[in-house]
């Protein structure tokens, strides 16, 4: 043999046993060999990781490379904003409608980032609550179950030390994702004080403002003997503001009635200050100035009083419960009374002071730095998965099958078709406590693991795969957080602020809205505002990861029955012969990529819904008001109810996939590793079996009783009410 096919065969010897196979096919030249030795141990696995591109370890690369652009992009976004930042942490300050789009695609973009980040996680948190075959080698002769495909808690004290610890490090650094990402850019909005007149023709020609025979400011629509804060006004601070408006009337505005009522008619009015009503000028009392009303954007003090602020009722003439829409369809003869005698006057037109809208974009740089730490630990997490070589985790139905069928369990080989119900049901104390390390854990002996077992071919519903502990939380958890968003909006309509359908969209996302709000003291510092606000986002991210699971034990018993109907190979993370390889880990995509998308939109509506509120008011003489001027928790009735639609689509969606059936011909195996085991039986050699395309059901006959397994060559269907070892 040549020498330089001698070196090359000895160099292929010392590769990994999958890597001698790719070697094979692909042999390298002498000086591309060469230089690869050359390679520090983290090149030569990453080479490995990049040839095995079907194998679990492209997952987590996938993760690892999301997490590593995610941390970039934050990166450039705190450099970028340092560099563009205004007064305070402003990033940007002019018209109102701009800012609320800036904002909304922010938290858009935002949500799409936490939602792959979400992704990622889920599955290197999956990667490693997966169990090696020695741990469930452990697990069954202590007559414990692990899970297979699915993150859930039951493998915790079952998995090795440095695998808990970055489970946990990934968790504790995705939990201030949920808590701080979603508020790291928010809209600082504009509300404005305002003094309302109901002034004659004649103030409009220049007639002295005067309130006749009154000392203070009546207000519209109520007695002048009546006792709102609003009639204490004195009349020379009233006419004050008149004269002013009166000596700039060219500069006023002229609305229609109908215009002035959608101007005025809502609770942050942003482009307009102080506006004068001209009445038709019959049959008016003394005085150019006949009422007046001033509207307060935000209470003088923390816990002020509703009647002191946010009072609209002033348009329908003073009337409690003022409603706009029916107040619009009466606008051409729109009437106060005044005077003492409540005489009836109409309004003819407004003059409105116009202002120029002024909104913020703000950044807080703090959460982004700690955010961008989370994201460094995550990619280190995911690194150090990566680096391990001696890590070979049961990760889909396919691994562990394959894994029985080579190397049979005798604890359970030979159980019949028994499904992972029967195994709960059999199954004796707390599987969270597994620190006693497998002792004491024995089957019920009235439930003992057959040796053989009767089959009963009845299709049994998809809800039968999953536990009915996991079915009660995520479905209790799922509920609640429905609820919860209808409570908030229930609120709403209680308020009469969106009470017909239509104000719903014009309202828009994330605006706040001063009685959808919580009123906080003023010392309440913003970044806890930011944590209130985000709470629901990682219970909704437990709830997400619980539902995930539910889903993912109906499909893994649905892949499973698959196998019933048709030779095929067994779908594995790292395929050999006619094994199919998986780039996903238990969903296929038709299924992973809309529930992703749903988690997402799920984020994005709750970030919209209820989030940091922060209000800069202005005063009648158009100045900024620190002391009145606020930061509170508010909530958004159209993203609240895209929420509830989203959600409630889902759960109803899992609870009809839970009445769906599954075909004959196999038992219901959900993720219980004990279920798997009991029918990973093969006649022949288990790992030549186990690389080509396969079938579950009768392969063989023995002691009076058919053997249920997988085979390659010829498989017959289970009868109903035959014996099956």
């Keep these: 043999m040549p020498k330089s096919q001698t070196e090359t065969s000895a160099s292929i010897a010392l590769l990994e046993p999958g890597e001698r196979e790719l070697s094979k096919k692909y042999v390298f030249p002498k000086k591309n060999l060469q230089s690869r030795w050359k390679l520090s141990t983290l090149g030569r696995r990453w080479a490995s990781v990049t040839r095995h591109s079907a194998t679990w370890r492209f997952i987590v690369l996938s993760a690892l490379v999301v997490t590593l652009v995610v941390l970039i992009l934050n990166f450039s976004l705190l450099i970028w904003s340092r560099a563009r930042l205004q007064a305070g942490n402003m990033l940007y300050v002019g018209d109102c409608e701009s800012a609320k789009t800036t904002v909304t695609s922010s938290s858009l973009a935002i949500n799409v980032l936490s939602t792959m980040l979400l992704g990622a996680s889920n599955a290197a948190m999956q990667c490693l609550c997966a ?3 020695g741990e469930v080698d452990k697990a069954h002769a202590a007559g414990l179950w692990l899970d297979i495909g699915i993150s859930g808690l039951r493998n915790w004290s079952a998995i090795g030390r440095w695998r808990k610890y970055a489970w946990g490090f990934i968790l504790l650094s995705s ?108 049959h008016l009392p003394a005085g150019s100035i006949l009422a007046g009303y001033q509207y307060y954007a935000a209470p003088n003090s923390p816990g002020g009083e509703e009647e002191d602020i946010l009072n609209l009722d002033w348009i329908c003439n003073g009337l409690r419960g003022c409603s706009i829409p029916s107040q619009l369809s009466q606008a051409s003869t729109w009437s106060f009374t005044v005077g003492v005698d409540n005489e009836m006057t109409q309004v003819s037109y407004c003059l409105s002071e116009a202002v120029l809208p002024q909104c913020t974009v703000e950044i807080l740089p703090q959460v982004l730095i700690i955010v961008i730490v989370c994201n460094i630990l995550e990619a280190m ?47 004796i ?12 854990r024995q089957w019920r002996q009235n439930r003992p693991l057959r040796r053989t077992m009767q089959w009963h071919a009845t299709r049994r519903r998809w809800a039968s795969a999953v536990g009915p502990k996991r079915w009660v939380y995520t479905v209790l958890g799922f509920t609640a957080l429905w609820l919860t968003g209808l409570a908030f909006l229930l609120h709403e309509q209680r308020t009469g602020l969106t009470i017909p359908f239509s104000t719903f969209w014009t309202q828009g996302f994330g605006a706040p809205n001063p009685l959808a709000t919580l009123q906080l003291p003023k010392s309440f510092p913003a970044i806890a505002i930011v944590l209130l606000a985000n709470l629901p986002q990682a ?26 109907h048709v030779h095929k190979g067994l779908r594995v993370t790292s395929p050999r012969g006619e094994q199919r390889g998986t780039y996903t880990l238990s969903f296929p995509l038709k299924t992973s990529v809309p529930l992703l998308a749903a988690a997402g939109v799920l984020h994005w509506a709750m970030s919209q819904s209820l989030f940091l509120a922060k209000v800069n008011v202005l005063d009648q003489s158009g100045e900024i008001d620190g002391d009145r001027s606020f930061s509170t928790l508010g909530w958004s009735a159209l993203a609240l109810l895209i929420l509830l639609i989203v959600g409630g689509v889902m759960l109803a969606a899992l609870v009809a996939s839970g009445f769906r059936r599954f075909g004959l011909g196999a038992p219901t195996v959900g993720s219980n590793s004990r279920a798997m085991m009991a029918a990973a039986f093969v006649a022949g050699d288990g790992k030549e079996e186990g690389r080509r395309k396969v079938r579950y059901g009768v392969v063989g006959r023995e002691d009076g009783c058919g053997r249920v397994g997988f085979g390659s060559g010829e498989v017959r269907d289970l009868e109903d009410e035959e014996l099956y070892a």
């Design 175 to 282: 939990l201030p994702l949920h808590l701080l990402y979603n508020s790291v850019i928010f809209l600082t909005s504009q509300a404005n004080d305002y003094m309302v007149f109901l002034v004659t023709p004649d103030f409009l020609n220049g007639a002295t403002p005067s309130l006749g025979p009154y000392d203070f400011l009546p207000i519209i629509g109520a007695n002048v003997s009546g006792s709102s804060i609003n009639e204490y006004i004195p009349a020379a601070e009233a006419t004050q503001i008149a004269a002013a408006l009166q000596s700039n009337i060219s500069s006023l505005t002229r609305l229609e009635n109908a215009d002035c009522i959608r101007t005025y008619g809502t609770d942050f009015v942003t482009n307009s200050l102080n506006v004068l009503l001209v009445t038709n000028g019959t």
């Design 131 to 133: 169990p090696t075959r």
């Design 539 to 564: 219970l909704l991210s437990f709830v997400y990861l619980a539902y995930n699971d539910v889903v993912t034990c109906m499909l893994l018993s649905a892949e499973f029955v698959s196998h019933a």
């Design 381 to 427: 997490c995911f690194a150090a998965l990566l680096a391990k070589r001696d890590f070979t985790p049961l990760i889909v139905l396919g691994d562990a099958i394959a894994s029985f069928m080579t190397d049979p369990d005798p604890t359970t080989l030979s159980s019949g078709p028994i499904s992972a119900e029967y195994v709960r049901k059999a199954y």
């Design 429 to 440: 104390g707390d599987p969270l406590r597994f620190s006693i390390q497998y002792r004491n």
